[in-house]
């Protein structure tokens, strides 16, 4: 079993004189890492590391983080050999994903049996395109529409469901939905409406899946 350290503003830390955790699996009870617990002094510097990477994520420019997310779905890719040694699941974010030009209807063919979490989120490609050209701010993109209620937008939400629930996927779908609100909405009313529409489109994709 190895022995994991903590990462500190892009550096692991030393093992040494460090107390450690022994992680579990809820279902099994068997043991599955060795992680080392923060000190106080680790947690200070934690925080003073994210205070400063917020400032800096803050003036990125849409294009940008854009890029890092394409990024990291590369190197997914180069890596998928060594991945595919470990157990650790993926958290598959349909709508972060097309935003950042990877198509999430193929990852769930190509990692189906490794998805352990689902972040449904429905899209409009157009309006993510003017996102990763650096035309829109994120913020101003969904007061333009780029998320949509299930099945409204972009995404393949059919055939991601049935791609996972056929490769025996029974974990949760989580159902997302940026919206900016200038005024609280009536009861009912609002993200309600779009929440209600998006459950009503899942329970019928699913139950069509599982056929």
């Known amino acids: ?58 003036n990125t420019p849409a294009h940008q983080r854009t890029a890092i997310l394409l990024k990291a779905a590369s190197i997914a890719d180069e890596r998928v050999e060594s991945l595919a040694r470990t157990s650790m699941p993926f958290c598959l974010d349909t709508g972060h994903m097309w935003i950042g030009g990877t198509d999430p209807v193929a990852f769930a063919k190509d990692h189906g049996n490794r998805v352990g979490h ?42 991601i469901t049935s791609t996972l629930i056929s490769q025996g996927y029974s974990g949760w779908f989580v159902l997302e939905q940026d919206n900016v609100m200038r005024q ?18 899942l329970r019928a994709v699913a139950a069509e899946a599982t056929v």
């Open 118 to 159: 689902v972040h449904f989120k429905d899209v409009r490609l157009d309006i993510a395109q003017r996102v990763r050209d650096g035309e829109l701010s994120y913020y101003d993109a969904v007061t333009e529409g780029l998320c949509t209620p299930l099945g409204q937008g972009d995404v393949d939400v059919k055939g």
């Open 1 to 58: 079993m190895t022995a994991t350290g903590l990462l500190l503003s892009g550096s692991w830390t030393s093992h040494k004189n460090s107390v450690f955790h022994t992680v579990r699996s809820p279902y099994s009870g068997d043991a599955l890492e060795e992680i080392v617990l923060a000190s106080p002094s680790d947690t200070e510097a934690a925080l003073e590391s994210a205070i400063a990477g917020a400032a800096l994520w803050r």
């Open 184 to 201: 609280e909405p009536d009861s009912g009313g609002g993200p309600m409406v779009d929440a209600k529409a998006s459950v009503e489109f």
